[in-house]
């Protein structure tokens, strides 16, 4: 034992009056692996019982990152503190890294700052469904660096922070998650209009996706050059817009079948074609 102690306490580093002997160099690992497992615990810990009680996604995305960050800076203060090393050694290499951040890494740090923002005013939210300029997709986590948003098509894309604060967004779930629609169709001139609107007003109606409330509207917009042209309002509650999509295409197929089966032609585009004079036709050979 006294063999062991000797190599253990023997001084590996010395700088400035800091000693730094094989034990405590033996212990940083230890301390770390430690450290860093411990504050996975906790993190997972806080996470599993935040979402048995249903608390919102990017609450508990917050409160994990800060456990992290925070479980972090303890254990490097902790490590110091083992190895009897000062903050104040590290006055010279703070400064230096923040002259290295102030020219080097302005994008990261405006990256780091705006996914701040992004989680502390939470204008963007996991799971909202967003436009951003000609991108539609989910939003699936907000990290510190970027934004992970699932495109309509499955694609991920990983759009940089700053990007989504400095860029117009359209968040189309930001305060609840009604959607207006619109199905527009063209019927033929001489159609009874009073009954198409019915058809219309009964195709929306009955579909389980459709809502009461905001009130179905069926407008007669107006007299085309083919056909009278009547537009179907109505609000759905949907999470994406692959959803409303789907909504569209189910109300299209019963406006047809209804159409259809009451003998109303949807309209197609149609010309006449005047002839002023005379048409000679001529047989061959003559």
């Known amino acids: 034992m006294e063999l062991l102690e000797h190599y253990l306490n023997l001084v590996l580093i010395r700088v400035s009056g800091y000693e730094v002997t094989v034990g405590q160099l033996l212990l940083i690992p230890t301390v770390l692996l430690f450290g860093y497992l411990l504050v996975g615990w906790v993190g997972r810990a806080a996470v599993g019982a935040m979402t048995r009680r249903g608390v919102n ?33 590290f006055a010279f290499v703070s400064g230096a890294v923040a002259i290295g951040v102030g020219f080097g890494a302005q994008n990261i740090v405006n990256n780091f700052i ?27 986590q907000i990290n510190t660096r970027s934004t992970r948003i699932r495109r309509v098509d499955g694609v991920h894309l990983l759009v940089p922070n700053s990007k989504l604060l400095e860029e117009t967004v359209v968040n189309w779930t930001l305060r609840d998650q009604l959607l207006r629609c619109l199905v527009r169709v063209g019927v033929c001139y001489g159609s009874p209009v009073e009954k198409v609107r019915d058809l219309l007003y009964q195709a929306v109606k009955e579909h ?16 085309g050059d083919n056909a009278l042209i009547f ?29 259809t089966d009451a003998g109303i032609v949807i309209a197609f585009p149609q010309r006449d074609v005047h002839v002023d004079g005379s048409i000679e036709i001529r047989q061959p050979g003559q």
Do not use: H
């Not at 389980?208 to 007299?223: N, R, S, W």
């Open 231 to 259: 537009e179907a309002f109505f609000w759905v509650n949907v999470l994406a817009e692959k959803n409303a999509r789907v909504v569209r295409s189910d109300i299209r197929f019963e406006i047809n079948r209804l159409l």
């Open 114 to 140: 705006s996914g701040w923002i992004l989680i502390w005013e939470r204008p963007i939210r996991i799971n909202d469904f967003i436009e951003l300029g000609d991108v539609f997709g989910t939003v699936e």
């Open 57 to 89: 996604a990017d609450i508990v995305q917050l409160v994990r990152r800060a456990i992290f960050i925070l479980g972090m800076i303890i254990l490097f203060i902790t490590m110091l503190d083992l190895i009897n090393v000062p903050l104040t050694a």
């Open 208 to 223: 389980p996706l459709t809502l009461d409330e905001p009130p179905i509207q069926i407008i007669f917009e107006d007299f």
